[in-house]
C-alpha cells in the first residue's frame, strides 16, 4: 500500500505545481509595426564615360562627305525599370539633330553635320519628343548603360569652300525620366 500512496502523493504534487504556475502567470499582449521605403525614380549621366565624335582631318579638296571616324559615346546609369529617354541637341539648338561646327579662327564659317543613331546613319538623333519622336528610348537598369552617337557632314567638303581651321560643336545630352 505503501507504493500507491506515494503515487498519490507524487500526482498531487505535480497538479499543485501545475496550478501554482497558472495562477503566477503575467498576461500578454501584442501589437504590430509597419517597415517602409519608398524608392524614387533617378537617372544620371555617367562620369567619366563620354567621348568625343571626331570627323578626323579631311583635305579642303576632298569630294567625299565624310562619316565620322570615331562616334561619340556617353553613359547614364537609371533606377532599375525606370524607363528614359535620350535627346541630343547641337550648339544651334536644332531639335532635329542637324548641328554647325564653327571654326576656332574663322567664327563665322561652319560645317553642317547631323547626329544618328545608328553606324549605318539611318536614324537621325535629335530632342524631339512630339508627334515625330527622334529621341532613344530604353529602360534602366540601375547600372551603367553606355551609348554610340554616330555622325556624318551635311555636303562634301570640297563644295563648302571651307578655309583651314579646326572646327568643332557641342551637343547637349537631356534624358528624361
Request: proline fraction near 3%; hydrophobic fraction near 35%.
Amino acid at each position: 500500500m505503501k507504493s500507491s500512496h506515494s503515487l498519490s502523493g507524487l500526482a498531487a504534487l505535480f497538479a499543485g505545481l501545475l496550478l501554482s504556475g497558472a495562477a503566477g502567470a503575467a498576461t500578454v499582449t501584442g501589437g504590430t509595426f509597419n517597415v517602409s521605403i519608398g524608392i524614387t525614380a533617378n537617372c544620371a549621366m555617367g562620369t567619366g564615360t563620354n567621348t568625343d565624335m571626331s570627323f578626323g582631318s579631311v583635305a579642303s579638296t576632298s569630294t567625299t562627305t565624310p562619316t565620322e571616324t570615331t562616334p561619340a559615346s556617353f553613359g547614364v546609369t537609371c533606377t532599375n525599370l525606370t524607363p528614359y529617354t535620350i535627346g541630343l541637341q547641337p550648339g544651334n539648338s536644332n531639335l532635329l539633330g542637324a548641328g554647325a561646327m564653327k571654326g576656332a579662327v574663322n567664327t563665322t564659317t561652319t560645317i553642317g553635320y547631323q547626329l544618328y543613331q545608328d553606324a549605318s546613319h539611318a536614324t537621325v538623333w535629335g530632342n524631339t519628343t512630339g508627334s515625330s519622336p527622334n529621341v532613344k528610348s530604353a529602360t534602366g537598369t540601375g547600372l551603367l548603360q553606355t551609348y554610340s552617337v554616330y555622325g556624318k557632314l551635311a555636303a562634301a567638303v570640297n563644295t563648302l569652300n571651307l578655309p583651314v581651321d579646326t572646327y568643332s560643336d557641342t551637343v547637349a545630352i537631356t534624358v528624361y525620366y
